[in-house]
């Protein structure tokens, strides 16, 4: 069964850190770019970040500068660090294949408060 656990998640003040982390199936994860998705409340589903097989990076312009996507292919797993959190990235993020998203993990909650 594929599946997608999201860890990492909490609460911080603007312009504090966080690091996600993503485990995947190996059988997807080995031959699919991966990304991280954020769904604030009201709001659509969004690609914030996604990383390919190779390691070539690609960021929404909301978060370039200020968060970092890796990959670990040995542990099958995909991290976001997140920098100089702002407001505005209050969200549920999840991480998924890129383009053609599988279903969905739980996410994790990231909370941007003082």
């Known amino acids: 069964q594929v599946q997608l656990v999201e860890s990492g998640g909490g609460l911080v003040q603007p312009g504090g850190s966080l690091r996600l982390s993503c485990a995947a199936s190996?059988?997807?994860?080995?031959?699919?770019?991966m990304g991280w998705y954020r769904q604030a409340p009201g709001k659509q589903r969004d690609l914030v970040a996604a990383?390919?097989?190779?390691?070539?990076?690609n960021y929404a312009d909301s978060v370039k500068g200020r968060f970092t996507i890796s990959r670990d292919n040995a542990k099958n797993t995909v991290y976001l660090q997140m920098n100089s959190l702002k407001r505005e990235d209050t969200a549920v993020y999840y991480c998924?294949?890129?383009?053609?998203?599988?279903?969905w993990g739980q996410g994790t909650q990231v909370t941007v408060s003082s």
């Open positions: 190996r059988s997807i994860f080995s031959i699919n770019a």
């Open positions: 998924n294949v890129v383009p053609y998203p599988i279903p």
């Open positions: 990383i390919t097989t190779g390691g070539t990076t």
